[in-house]
């Protein structure tokens, strides 16, 4: 019965992420990316300048640098460690070059959807803000496609209970921590007739606890617990990926070269020719929009929350998201791997990325263990945070803001976590797979529609900056 259900669930996922949807997302990246003459390019210091730079006096419940952790959060998990090594392990290390490539145009889209969150929420009287890709479908398309948002949100809190936020996340944790503290498995207990590592079981345990403890804050708390660990622990990833292609520099050139190879000739354990380009394509497409979600909606969700009176700003401060998470932290763990030779050894998700650590940092491979560990937890668990809020804020749009059905919502989120440790690895991936796909959809639709509205907002901004600066320039002459 199990294996029956994982076939299908298999089948289902190739289906959602054909080409149609591969093809929906490219376009949808290179077209708000041509309309705005690679904005992502041209603004890309100003973005970094004001991602560090928090706006004063804006409307808004958390701040700029706040609501980009939370989406950060949201992104920065095991999409990174766990999602890169999947994607190479099946489409061979060409999945990576078409990861980076999907990120490049997915920066113009996450842009967008930063101005549209800001453009068209809502802030009741009580401070409360409700923002996000179902209210620029329903203000800006108009209340005749609120039936798309309503689809939106509905898929949207599917992918935080079924998707990114509990079974991935938590299954990358619980799997890491076994293999560091028991990688033979020698030490079970059993359950639902099979054998788990008491070590998996400690973790899952420990995790719905303290998940539950910050959930309960709601956004205040989320951010602030964002704001510390999404910055440290990126930071601290960084510098262990560097140490190995540092150390391992003269093997990066040939590194480089198997990746741009096999990004169109395929990898030749999958078979070779156009059949395996298109699966890099599809897994290395798929798994770059897990991690840094450009197009799936969720960022704008954060987004609207910010503290700013300009659509533009936020746009560009939400555009770095998708740089520092997949064009940097993926692009880190992607080169460790291929650099090591990890991703064809036959090993599974985090496995992958743990060897390349093992085989690759000047340390014990107990230190390595224990570096990538702590970072896959800290990150997952903070992708879980991010995630609980989008869904709450998904389910607050379906039921008109009944606080019971969200803390209903909030108790199935908790019980996912206390499930996901006993997930099996492929169904949990095709599980998240299938949801984003899903939430994609109505969202993309949004964004090519309100293209307009990005391009004329953004004009209006650089175009009054570009005045601003010219009438500063004569007043100094």
């Known amino acids: 019965m199990l294996q029956s259900i994982d076939k299908f669930i298999t089948w289902f996922d190739g289906v959602v992420w054909g080409l149609p949807l591969i093809i929906l997302i490219l376009c949808t990246g290179i077209y708000l990316t041509l309309s705005m003459g690679f904005l992502q390019v041209r603004h890309l210091g100003k973005a970094l300048k004001f991602m560090l730079k928090n706006e004063e006096g804006g ?44 990120a490049f ?100 345990l420990c995790l719905t606890v303290f998940v539950g403890l910050v959930v309960i804050g709601g956004l205040k708390r989320i951010a602030k617990v964002s704001e510390i660990i999404v910055p440290f622990m990126a930071v601290l990833y960084f510098v262990f990926a560097l140490i190995i292609i540092v150390t391992h520099i003269t093997e990066l050139p040939a590194a480089v070269v198997t990746i741009v190879k096999s990004a169109f000739t395929g990898s030749a354990l999958a078979g070779g020719a156009a059949g395996t380009m298109i699966v890099a394509m599809q897994k290395g497409i798929a798994r770059g929009i897990f991690s840094n979600e450009a197009g799936l909606g969720s960022a704008p969700i954060a987004a609207a929350a910010a503290q700013t009176h300009s659509t533009v700003r936020q746009g560009l401060v939400s555009m770095t998201g998708t740089f520092i998470d997949t064009i940097i932290i993926c692009s880190m763990t992607g080169l460790t791997i291929v650099m090591t030779g990890t991703w064809n050894t036959g090993l599974e998700g985090v496995a992958i990325t ?26 997952a668990f903070t992708t879980i945070l991010g995630w609980n809020y989008y869904g ?49 959809f109505p969202n993309l639709i949004a964004l090519i529609v309100l293209s307009r509205v990005v391009v004329a907002e ?8 570009k005045k601003e600066v010219t009438a500063n320039k004569s007043c100094t002459e």
Not at 72 to 93: K, Q, R
Not at 355 to 367: S, Y
């Open 392 to 440: 709450e804020r998904c389910i607050e749009y379906l039921f008109n803001r009944n606080q019971k059905v969200v803390k209903g919502y909030r108790w199935l989120y908790i019980l996912a976590i206390f499930i996901g440790p006993y997930m099996t690895v492929q169904a949990v991936w095709n599980i998240a797979d299938i949801f984003n796909a899903l939430m994609a």
């Open 59 to 102: 409307k808004g419940e958390v701040s700029s640098f706040g609501a980009l952790c939370t989406a950060m959060s949201a992104t920065i998990g095991t999409g990174n460690i766990v999602g890169v090594a999947t994607a190479l392990a099946a489409g061979g290390p060409g999945a990576l070059f078409w990861m980076v490539v999907a």
């Open 354 to 379: 743990t060897a390349a650590f093992q085989k690759g940092l000047p340390f014990p491979p107990a230190v390595a263990s224990l570096v990538l560990m702590v970072c896959l937890v800290f990150f």
């Open 458 to 465: 953004t004009k209006a901004f650089f175009g009054k900056e």
């Open 105 to 204: 145009f997915g920066m113009a889209t996450k842009y967008a959807e930063g101005v549209l969150a800001i453009k068209y929420r809502t802030i009741d009287k009580d401070g409360h803000v409700l923002g996000g890709p179902f209210y620029y479908i329903e203000n800006g398309m108009g209340v005749q496609w609120k039936w798309l948002a309503k689809i939106f949100a509905f898929f949207g809190a599917g992918v935080g209970l079924l998707g990114i936020g509990t079974f991935t996340q938590v299954n990358g944790i619980s799997s890491a921590v076994c293999n560091f503290f028991d990688p033979e498995k020698l030490h079970t207990v059993s359950l639902l007739g099979r054998d788990y590592s008491i070590a998996t079981v400690v973790a899952g």
